[in-house]
């Protein structure tokens, strides 16, 4: 009886510890609930700021366009009504600072020069060419990451803009003690897993804005998410004054009926 209670006692106290070990939770590694700054877009009635859309896209052409692409967008998207309303002759200095393909070099003055491909400035009409020639040569660049396309990046995302504003502000801070990084990662909290690729993207004063704005990284990460925003959905503004005229008219439809009842039908039954 004796060797029982103390044989219970020993196992008890062995099996607590270990019990406990294994209902301890393990680190969080739940991405945090994203930041909202306030956005002028939000809302039935919200519009894009126009001096946000013209800094954001300084942030992507001197930050992000290094390694991001922006596929979906041409140049003369910049000029259109309701986006950053660039100039067209303001369009076309933009786009000529770029390079893109050309057609074949077809005179060549050897054998070794013909079919090889040329660049040319480009004009209005050309979509934002990619910074890699392809998914390998972005992978070997960035040292096997891959990164996204940035048109759609905020529709594309839970938390949309928020999502993608935490990201850009999230970086700097140190990891807890409990949370082993990865080689070549960075901590975010605001990312999956908290441990992201990219390194930090944006600094204190690391551009110059053209209107004089001072770029903290907040600023930064607030026009270029606008930006990214109105890449994704260029006819937000047009959606919604749309939308607005179709309201204005179904109420003025429903107060004619109205009154064409209280007039032709009301106490005919």
Same mark, same amino acid.
């Given at each position: 009886m004796k060797r029982s209670l103390l044989a219970a006692l020993v196992f008890g106290a062995l099996a607590v510890p270990a019990l406990a070990a294994e209902k301890a939770p393990a680190p969080s590694t739940?991405?945090?609930?994203?930041?909202?700054?306030?956005?002028?877009?939000?809302?039935?009635?919200?519009?894009?700021d126009r001096g946000a859309l013209q800094r954001g896209f300084q942030v992507y052409k001197e930050v992000c366009s290094a390694c991001h692409s922006l596929s979906r967008i041409a140049?003369?998207?910049?000029?259109?009504?309701?986006?950053?309303?660039?100039?067209?002759?303001?369009?076309?200095?933009?786009?000529?600072?770029?390079?893109?393909?050309?057609?074949?070099?077809?005179q060549g003055k050897t054998t070794d020069d013909m079919g090889q491909p040329l660049t040319r400035p480009?004009?209005?009409?050309?979509?934002?060419p990619p910074p890699f020639a392809n998914e390998k040569a972005a992978r070997a660049a960035m040292n096997g990451a891959y990164p996204p396309d940035l048109s759609l990046i905020?529709?594309?995302?839970?938390?949309?803009?928020?999502?993608v504003y935490s990201i850009l502000t999230g970086?700097?801070?140190? *990891?807890?003690?409990?949370?082993?990084?990865?080689?070549?990662?960075?901590?975010?909290?605001?990312?999956?897993?908290?441990?992201?690729?990219? *390194?930090p993207p944006l600094s204190e004063g690391a551009i110059m804005y053209s209107d004089g704005t001072k770029?903290?990284?907040?600023?930064?990460?607030?026009?270029?998410?606008?930006?990214?925003?109105?890449?994704?959905?260029?006819?937000?503004?047009?959606?919604?004054?749309?939308?607005?005229?179709?309201?204005?008219?179904?109420?003025?439809f429903a107060t004619l009926l109205f009154f064409t009842y209280r007039k032709v039908w009301h106490g005919e039954h």
């Open positions: 739940e991405a945090f609930e994203p930041k909202n700054p306030g956005w002028s877009f939000n809302g039935p009635f919200g519009m894009y140049f003369r998207n910049l000029a259109d009504k309701g986006g950053p309303e660039f100039t067209v002759k303001e369009v076309a200095a933009l786009a000529g600072a770029y390079k893109v393909p050309a057609e074949p070099n077809e480009a004009v209005a009409s050309d979509y934002f905020v529709k594309s995302r839970e938390e949309h803009e928020d999502y970086f700097g801070q140190k *990891p807890p003690a409990n949370e082993k990084m990865a080689r070549g990662m960075n901590y975010n909290p605001y990312f999956p897993r908290h441990q992201i690729a990219m *390194p770029a903290t990284i907040d600023q930064q990460a607030r026009d270029v998410v606008t930006f990214l925003t109105w890449a994704g959905e260029p006819k937000m503004e047009e959606r919604k004054q749309m939308g607005f005229k179709v309201m204005l008219f179904l109420i003025g």
